[in-house]
């Protein structure tokens, strides 16, 4: 009943200028994936308007996402046909007898429309590199602090705020999940969603080992320290991705406790989940009631099951792939933030900005867009 859509037959004026640096059979087999990307895209159309589709909540979602996410390059793709289209209809007016004041003119157009193939074909290339399937997905974030200290913790609240800031001005929304404070302010360890369009999208350039360096309030004698904590970035898990076993999971409860250990809710609200097969634990005590607190770690433990699986699949075949921006490593060190010289520098491409408070104040696009265009760089020549 929902068979392939019949190929539409592609009929061009000449050879499309697309790709200019690349072999005519190369430039072929573009064409060929745009036209089967607008395909799949009439195909989506007829099946979303198919009453046994719109019955069927999981594939309408399914075809739904899949549709919008196919829409801006069948745009792209229908602009760069209409304007090769009227590239050749003004090819063919210069053949006829024109007057000087209008062959000036359609020249002019000749040249406006290359200008724009051009500009159309960079953004179709960017358009056809595999899109991430997470990228849409919200976030968990683990900070913790590592070598350092009370100052790697204390750097642990900064980039959670610094995070915060960030989720703030793309209209996400940031709660947290687990907290371990120390006397001084900082965190032991901090973890927390960030629920928004595209945040993985964002956020997974931040997997990795963050370094400060700067005068502790602790030192005395001014001499800068050299400090460490890792971020680890989690695209959240939908139930159907993860499979999890009732009898699979120990589930322990406590009571809350605060900075230093002391107890500070004395109903055991706390939980505690153990996923025995894979041995990862995952323990929440932020909410004052046990349902919530249990609801938010078993989120945390879907989505560290799903990384572990994923990571798993991808080191069978990591060594015949390139990674696009670092090895994404969480041991790898990707950014220093050098407070004396006001400077933050980003390891992996070489960036450096002399913007340290404005990045700590949550200005990262900065450095995330400079990481998306290297990737998308990257993934273009291979």
Request: net charge negative; charged share 35%; hydrophobic share 35%.
């Amino acid at each position: 009943m929902h068979g392939e859509k019949p190929r539409a037959v592609l009929t061009l004026p000449e050879p499309y200028i697309i790709l200019r640096t690349v072999e005519c059979d190369e430039v072929n087999v573009v064409l060929d994936k745009l036209q089967s990307v607008e395909d799949r895209y009439y195909q989506l159309n007829e099946w979303l308007s198919d009453p046994d589709i719109v019955n069927e909540p999981d594939k309408l979602r399914d075809y739904s996402k899949e549709q919008s996410n196919l829409e801006e390059t069948v745009q792209k793709y229908r602009e760069y046909k209409a304007a090769n289209e009227e590239l050749e209809e003004a090819k063919t007016m210069l053949k006829d007898d024109l007057d000087d004041e209008m062959r000036e003119m359609v020249r002019g157009e000749i040249e406006e429309l290359n200008g724009r193939i051009t500009e159309l074909e960079e953004q179709l290339k960017i358009l056809l590199i595999p899109k991430d399937p997470n990228d849409d997905k919200n976030v968990i974030v683990e900070i913790r602090g590592a070598a350092g200290g009370d100052e790697a913790a204390l750097f642990a609240g900064d980039l959670f705020r610094m995070y915060s800031r960030y989720a703030e001005m793309k209209r996400w929304k940031a709660d947290v999940i687990e907290s371990h404070e120390t006397d001084m302010g900082g965190f032991k360890e901090i973890i927390f969603t960030i629920n928004g369009e595209g945040a993985y999208s964002k956020m997974k350039y931040e997997n990795g080992a963050h370094r400060v360096q700067r005068v502790p309030s602790t030192e005395s004698g001014g001499r800068i320290h050299t400090s460490t904590a890792t971020v680890a970035v989690l695209p959240e898990a939908e139930e159907v991705e993860v499979e999890i076993h009732d009898k699979d999971l120990r589930i322990d409860t406590f009571a809350s406790s605060g900075p230093g250990g002391q107890s500070v809710n004395t109903t055991m609200s706390a939980v505690r989940i153990t996923h025995e097969p894979t041995g990862i634990v995952v323990s929440c005590q932020d909410e004052k009631s046990q349902i919530k607190n249990r609801d938010k770690a078993m989120k945390v433990l879907r989505a560290r099951i799903y990384d572990k699986y994923q990571k798993e699949a991808e080191e069978e075949y990591a060594e015949n792939r390139k990674a696009a921006v670092g090895t994404g490593d969480r041991s790898e060190r990707i950014r220093t933030y050098n407070f004396p010289q006001s400077r933050v520098t980003d390891h992996r491409i070489g960036l450096t900005v002399q913007k340290l408070d404005q990045v700590l104040q949550g200005h990262l696009d900065e450095i995330t867009d400079a990481l998306i265009v290297e990737e998308q760089a990257d993934l273009m020549g291979q």
